[in-house]
């Protein structure tokens, strides 16, 4: 009988690495919001999370890079919320609605600095950069997974793309952020229009089980 592997714990190291690396992630967040991203220094964020500058740099290559690790950190346990087995059970009709919620109540504290975020991950170009985009692909091959099993159980067409369904579903979620971001709406008024969008993917939805002959 083969014995199952056995689980080792941290190292001492890696346990002080990465103390330092939430050390870090914590100042960075607290100052960011508290005083801005372009009006904090790296300077400031090493003194808060009790480690020297250069230790920064090993984590992140400037100050924009560290903002986009912050909020990666962030995102990923936001991910994790919104797709936690207890919010996305029940009527697709009910579930597509309320997925974006935990996205928009972390942003809702942090509207400024979610904006100066998103410049980033629009136009800077850095590792942090890279595995945000990777992260964004991954929620959505989540999000297809999920549609795939409602797909299975005869709620949405048998003929349809869950992954197109759910780059779909994405796009609408990322241009109302955008368009909340840039200031060109209240926060209610761009879940109400983010929610209005996406009752109309649900219809788009039944329209397709109609067509095959299902319920409208």
Do not use: N
């Not at 250069?54 to 962030?74: P, S």
């Not at 928009?104 to 504290?109: P, V, W």
């Amino acid at each position: 009988m083969t014995r199952p592997p056995r689980l080792t714990a941290p190292s001492r190291r890696e346990r002080h690495k990465q103390d330092k690396l939430q050390r870090i992630r914590a100042a960075a967040l607290t100052l960011f919001t508290e005083q801005g991203y372009g009006s904090t220094t790296i300077r400031q964020i090493a003194t808060e999370a009790d480690v020297a500058t250069g230790t920064i740099f090993r984590y992140a290559t400037d100050k924009a890079d560290l903002l986009l690790m912050v909020f990666h950190d962030v995102i990923g346990q936001t991910i994790e919320q919104a797709l936690d087995p207890r919010r996305t059970s029940g009527p697709l009709a009910q579930v597509l609605p309320r997925l974006f919620d935990p996205f928009f109540d972390f942003y809702e504290g942090h509207q400024v600095l979610a904006s100066d975020f998103l410049q980033l991950v629009l136009f800077h170009q850095s590792p942090w950069r890279e595995r945000e985009m990777q992260q964004g692909e991954t929620f959505v091959q989540r999000l297809t997974e999920l549609l795939l099993g409602r797909q299975t159980a005869g709620e949405i067409a048998a003929d349809l793309d869950p992954h197109t369904a759910a780059v779909a579903i994405f796009s609408l979620y990322q241009a109302c952020l955008v368009g909340w971001l840039a200031g060109g709406a209240t926060l209610a008024d761009t879940r109400r229009q983010l929610d209005a969008l996406l009752h109309l993917q649900g219809r788009a939805l039944r329209a397709c089980l109609s067509d095959q002959g299902g319920e409208p």
